[in-house]
């Protein structure tokens, strides 16, 4: 009979499944959240119901919903990739948990990559809810769902790197008191609610350059007017991207 051995073998668990248990955590922590769920799907739903619904707008024709639908998608995102992960990111900073887990056989790569399948886990949540809804509303998207898809990766990006941008150099308070007036400002400048053509054409064309206008922008044209690849819009968030990504990587403290 051969004798059983139980002997120690401490160890590692592979990276992917690393990878995927701290994304599932970091998804638990953001729908226990109250104030997560406030920005990521209580908000959005109410934008988009209370707009479609009642006149509150001039849209310049055309159905509500349609023009507030692809909006509302790129309001989600903001809200997900940028407010909640600048917030999320500065008071585990804060709190020492980026130190713990740094300490752990998880790298600092890995985290980074659960964080975005975090990030991206809670965003096709909110894609379904929000269609939903706006189906319900009556809205038809037209276009190609792939463009819109890819859209959406480079703004998740964008964001994703503006967001930790500020969390890695500003205190925990000062990051939540900032990601919230940055996501009251592009609410209300980015095209989301309000027609950008609604503004005076100077500064039309400087909003046209945030990422939110870009990103609302770029899904409006594929899912309202039906349009190919918006190669502006696409741009315009690529450059976003490498920029606060690439500064973020050089300029965050983990500590």
Do not use: C, H
């Not at 002997?7 to 955590?25: I, K």
């Not at 953001?30 to 849209?59: K, M």
């Not at 969390?167 to 989301?192: H, I, K, S």
């Amino acid at each position: 009979m051969t004798a059983l051995d139980f002997t120690p073998a401490p160890g590692a668990a592979p990276l992917p499944r690393m990878v995927l248990a701290q994304a599932g955590a970091e998804v638990r922590a953001i729908l226990r959240n109250g104030e997560q769920l406030l920005l990521t799907l209580i908000i959005p739903v109410l934008l988009l119901t209370g707009f479609s619904l009642a006149p509150l707008i001039d849209i310049g024709g055309g159905s509500r919903v349609d023009f507030l639908a692809p909006g509302v998608l790129a309001l989600a995102v903001m809200s997900t990739a940028f407010t909640g992960q600048a917030i999320a990111t500065g008071f585990e900073r804060r709190y020492g948990v980026l130190k713990r887990l740094g300490a752990t056989p998880l790298s600092r790569a890995g985290l980074m990559l659960a964080k975005t399948l975090a990030v991206l886990a809670v965003e096709a949540l909110q894609v379904v809810v929000i269609v939903a809804v706006a189906l319900a509303l009556g809205w038809r998207p037209q276009g190609s769902f792939l463009g819109a898809a890819l859209l959406v990766l480079l703004g998740t990006a964008a964001f994703s790197g503006l967001g930790l941008l500020m969390a890695g150099v500003l205190r925990a308070e000062a990051t939540l008191a900032a990601a919230n007036l940055v996501y009251l400002v592009l609410l209300g400048a980015g095209g989301v609610v309000f027609p950008l053509s609604k503004f005076p054409e100077g500064l039309r064309s400087a909003l046209e350059l945030l990422p939110i206008s870009a990103l609302t922008g770029g899904l409006r044209a594929v899912l309202r007017d039906g349009a190919a690849l918006p190669l502006g819009a696409l741009a315009v968030l690529a450059v976003w991207a490498v920029l606060t990504l690439g500064l973020a990587s050089r300029t965050f403290r983990w500590e």
